[in-house]
């Protein structure tokens, strides 16, 4: 399976590999709004996130990690990066973050649903992990709307040193 050439496409959207290609737009959109609910902070300068691409390749190459870029399908318009995490284990998880244009479209749905198809087609997992804040109640929608259960709450204090509530989900697969 070439991780670093995958495409996968559904009636609106493209995900594909993650480039270079990228960079600015997702240095421009991943800002402090967008992280609030994530582990990680926004960049200061360009070339955390040329860093940021740069590691995620290598994981790619190495098989470890998924990371894709969203786009629209009819304009190539970057809506935000998805991915999945720890793709060789029982419990992969999937993370996703839109720019904040695109929230409230049903884009992370559906790329959510991609990623799980794309997962269940050639992954061997037991189920797919995704983690939301619980007051992040958009991103919580996913999952629960795939049929995901709650097997874990902990509290986690961020880069930006926002302390986080975690409900952990566990996607079961289809069928």
């Known amino acids: 399976m070439e991780l670093l050439d995958l495409e996968i496409s559904t009636s609106r959207l493209l995900l594909k590999t993650i480039s270079m290609k990228y960079q600015e737009d997702i240095f421009q959109e991943f800002n402090q709004e967008i992280t609030t609910y994530m582990y990680t902070k926004p960049p200061k300068h360009i070339s955390e996130t ?3 691409i740069n590691n995620s390749l290598s994981e790619i190459k190495k098989g470890e ?3 894709l870029v969203i786009l629209k399908n009819n304009s190539f318009n970057f809506l935000g990066c998805t991915g999945i995490h720890q793709i060789n284990s029982n419990q992969p998880e999937l993370g996703i973050w839109l720019k904040k244009s695109a929230h409230g479209k049903g884009y992370g749905l559906e790329t959510i649903i991609a990623l799980k198809t794309w997962a269940e087609e050639n992954l061997d997992f037991q189920y797919l992990v995704y983690c939301a804040d619980k007051a992040n109640i958009p991103s919580r929608r996913i999952p629960e709307k795939l049929g995901g259960k709650i097997i874990r709450e902990y509290k986690k204090t ?3 040193g926002r302390v986080l509530n975690i409900l952990e989900y566990a996607i ?3 069928g």
């Open 172 to 174: 079961p697969k289809a």
């Open 65 to 67: 990690n998924l990371v």
């Open 158 to 160: 961020n880069l930006s």
């Open 50 to 52: 040329e860093d940021f």
